[in-house]
């Protein structure tokens, strides 16, 4: 009997069809996109701009992941009387997971700095200061219970050890954004699972566990040209829009329950 998915397959086999479903009519920010971008890199003193393209460099249906499992035996014998001998068994399995579509892209975005670089460094001495009110009220807008807490300090004395010179750093004002400078292109690896039905918590449960598979099948570096790498794949939800929901649940609802997850959901028709 054909199923959801096989028709969600048979409409992705349309490259229009996975350039809307990545970058939906409705999207002119690419909200989408960046979510999916997001969701992998971490950018750090970066601020995506604008992203001005998408490029679908491979497309799969069906992919296995196969998470690993490991069984152990242990086997042991009296030979003879005055030995021991003790032996482990591992015998490796696997459960496999699938994802209903892989995409292979290139995001390319322009990007802004956050942050300017380091300008000046400001030294003070602090051997003035004698008690910890004067040293609070001269610095107000530190958390005084947390900044002794941190420090393991319980007196001046002991703060004066542990933070001899107050230090101040000064950076540059961060530079205008400017949208004619080159942009960088990111390497991204979207899964997606294909849903039949509106059970959030199925749907939400199968995507976390077929993506900690993922994870553990897929090791990833933890930095890539500067950028953070939180994990090797983005992660979307696909459910037809005539699903039906729980009561009072509408698909903006549905979109910010997995968002906070770290996976992008979407109601798309099946034709």
């Not at 322009?110 to 910890?132: C, M, P, V, Y």
Request: hydrophobic share 45%.
């Amino acid at each position: 009997m054909p199923t959801f998915a096989d028709a969600f397959m048979t409409k992705y086999l349309d490259p229009a069809e996975v350039d809307l479903l990545l970058v939906p009519a409705a999207d002119p920010a690419w909200d989408r996109v960046r979510s999916l971008l997001e969701a992998v890199y971490e950018l750090r003193h970066l601020d995506i701009e604008q992203v001005s393209g998408v490029e679908v460099l491979g497309r799969e249906f069906q992919v296995p992941v196969r998470e690993p499992l490991e069984a152990r035996a242990t086997w042991e014998s009296i030979v003879p009387a005055s030995e021991r001998g003790i032996a482990t068994l591992a015998s490796p399995r696997h459960r496999t997971w699938w994802v209903g579509m892989e995409l292979d892209t290139r995001v390319e975005v322009k990007l802004s700095l956050n942050a300017g670089a380091l300008e000046s460094i400001l030294s003070e001495d602090l051997s003035g200061i004698t008690n910890l009110q004067d040293f609070a009220a001269r610095f107000d807008f530190i958390d005084m219970p947390a900044f002794l807490r941190q420090t393991g300090a319980s007196t001046m004395a002991e703060l004066r050890t542990k933070l001899p010179r107050r230090l101040e750093l000064g950076f540059e004002q961060t530079p205008p954004f400017d949208p004619d400078a080159p942009g960088r292109s990111f390497r991204l690896s979207v899964c997606v699972l294909f849903r039949e039905d509106g059970d959030l918590a199925e749907a939400l449960r199968q995507a976390k566990a077929a993506r900690a598979a993922v994870e553990a099948a897929r090791p990833h570096a933890s930095e890539h040209d500067g950028a953070g790498i939180r994990t090797s794949s983005a992660w979307m939800v696909v459910l037809p829009d005539d699903a039906e929901l729980p009561a009072g649940v509408d698909a903006a609802d549905v979109q910010g329950l997995f968002a906070a997850e770290g996976i992008v959901a979407t109601l798309e028709a099946t034709s």
